[in-house]
């Protein structure tokens, strides 16, 4: 939540002041000694230097390099930091955390407020998803073992996705988003399953898999397309396509598994209704009226029992 509480650096704006022993201590009563102590490494320190991020990042390497002993890194108020490897491993699983939350190819901040003579993009643009699973995958995979809490994304943190293969799978789904109106159902259905076959860490492919099929009359198939969707959503925690929020997503997600369950079950209709035979709950569109409360609990039963 404060990560960026003393800026960072490729970050220029702060909210506590990192060279302030009076600020220090008053972030330091709000989080605690050692969490304030991290994020003032996060803000003070060059964390391209930690394990080969920066070269992995620019695609110098594919693998970065895990921590061993103690690194040397640029301080910028220090001059110099020697920091642990707990440290370094801590630092860059909040650096892939902070760039899976806003993971899309215009950025306000870094596009747009710190260039001074204004960007030569159009803020928020398209909103099409950056490429960063590859170096996300990598770093996890090199500093797994210095984690107290081994994260469950990338399985486990011992898979690592190629730079080819990801920018395969966004291009795959981003032209399913762009051209669905030229594509037929079937040319969909196949750029959806390369996309989940090139990155298989995103649910938004599955998401949309599973509206083609419920469309078609494949309930089954939309209900475990669906179903994959969210247990990939709660692997990751963050949305993928930042077009809609990670709130969003999951609730849609979870209708279509409601949906597609209660076809396949040849329930009276696809969501819960309160009386069918009650004008009183029937609206001017003839819509039979759900209560989102009955719908809700019916939504957390069906995910318990899968």
Known sequence: MVHTAYSGDLFQFYLFDANSEHERAELREILGESSEALTYLFGTV?????????SVVNQTTPFATPPSGIQTVHHRIE?????????????????????????????????????EEGADVLYPGDGKPAVGFYWFS?????????????????????????????TEARDAYWNVVQHEKSLTEDEQ?????????????????????SQIFFRQGHF???????????EKFYVLASAWDKRRSYEYWVGFSRMLLLRA??????????????????PLYI????????????????????????
């Open 220 to 230: 089954y198939r939309a209900a475990v397309e669906a179903r994959t969707a969210l």
């Open 138 to 166: 990598a770093v996890c995979n090199a500093i797994k073992d210095h984690l107290e809490v081994i994260p469950p994304i990338f399985n486990h943190c011992t898979e690592v996705l190629s730079v080819q293969d990801e």
């Open 79 to 115: 001059g110099e930091w020697h920091m642990s490897e707990a440290d370094a491993a801590n630092i860059l699983m909040v650096t892939i955390a902070d760039y899976l939350d806003q993971m899309v190819e215009t950025n306000g901040w870094r596009d747009h407020h710190q260039i």
């Open 261 to 278: 369950n209660r076809k396949l079950e040849e329930t009276p209709c696809h969501l819960p209704f309160a009386d069918k035979d009650d």
């Open 189 to 209: 259905t196949v750029l959806l399953y390369k996309s989940i076959q090139y990155n298989p860490y995103t649910s938004e492919p599955h998401i949309m898999l």
């Open 46 to 54: 060059n964390r391209g230097d930690l394990c080969g991020f920066k």
């Open 283 to 306: 609206n001017y569109n003839d819509l039979k009226l759900t209560p989102l409360r009955v719908m809700v609990k019916e939504m957390k039963d069906r995910e318990e029992e899968l």
